[in-house]
């Protein structure tokens, strides 16, 4: 069974729709602790609502990045955690933490990579720029985490259409419900099958 620790900063309707897919199609995963850098985060009580550890640490109270990254990994070691998964949290990770975890990292950005990504794309801006741009179809990519901002392979992609009347927010609704929710529990499941590798920095499916 696959142990999992998820990040979260904010509400946690990526976590809902992890824990509520591992129930109702039986994924071969067990989250084991939710951590987030926010003691207030909704996505806290979500966990707690499933039963599930969840654990404020504090950035500031670890005094450096260095450190932070440091109380995370000894978190996550602690509870052979095998998968990070990154639900809405607002802590860029550095070598510290992707190298403790080389590979066992996944992200969900909300846009179709390469595009609008990078380290000034996230929240509500990543769905002003696509509006601004016009682009007719948007959408949601799982990815691994390397040390570079949205650049480690790209597991699952899933693309949303724009519509002429769409305002950043009601985009950012419709990404989440058609594309976020539904590819980030499959990736998962992918990932607790073993059928994914990678190599030259992409990923493929096996089996
Ligand atoms: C999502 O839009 C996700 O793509 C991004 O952060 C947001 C998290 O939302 N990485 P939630 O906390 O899962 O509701």
Known sequence: MLKIGVLVSGGGTNLQAIMDKI??????????????????????ERARNNGIEAVFISKKEAGSQEAYERALVKHFKDRNVDLIVLAGFMVILGSTFVKA?????????????????????????????????GVKVTGATVHFVNEGADEGPIILQKAVEVRDDDTPESLQK?????????????????????????ENNKVRRIG
Not at 182 to 192: Q, R
Request: charged share 25%; proline share 4%.
């Open 23 to 44: 129930k109702s199609d039986n994924i071969n995963a067990e989250i084991v602790s939710v951590v987030s850098n926010r003691s207030k985060a909704y996505a806290l």
């Open 101 to 133: 975890f080389e590979n066992k990292i996944i992200n969900i950005h909300p846009a179709l990579i390469p595009s609008f990504c990078g380290k000034d794309f996230y929240g509500l801006r990543v769905h002003e720029a696509a509006l601004e741009k």
């Open 174 to 198: 419709r990404v989440m419900e058609e594309a976020e929710w539904v590819i980030y529990p499959e990736a998962i499941k992918l990932i607790a099958d073993n059928k994914l590798i990678i």
